[in-house]
């Protein structure tokens, strides 16, 4: 076999082995979501959100939680 026969088919073994390590990190991965439910705390829930309004101040109005 050509030299260059060679090192196309090891490039393409090496792109496959990384697609398939970043194809199992993705299907293996559970989201930050799906592990604040699985708690069943409120308290984790409030927690994890964020304390200011994430939009702009660009006359958009946050919504207030507290009475």
Known sequence: MKFETLMLRGL???CLAVCGLI???MVTTTPASVQLAA???V???LLAAP???ALP???VVCPQTGG
């Open 12 to 14: 393409f073994i090496a």
């Open 23 to 25: 194809l199992g990190a």
């Open 39 to 41: 708690n069943h705390s």
């Open 43 to 45: 308290g984790a829930i």
């Open 51 to 53: 304390s200011s309004c």
């Open 57 to 59: 101040p660009d006359g």
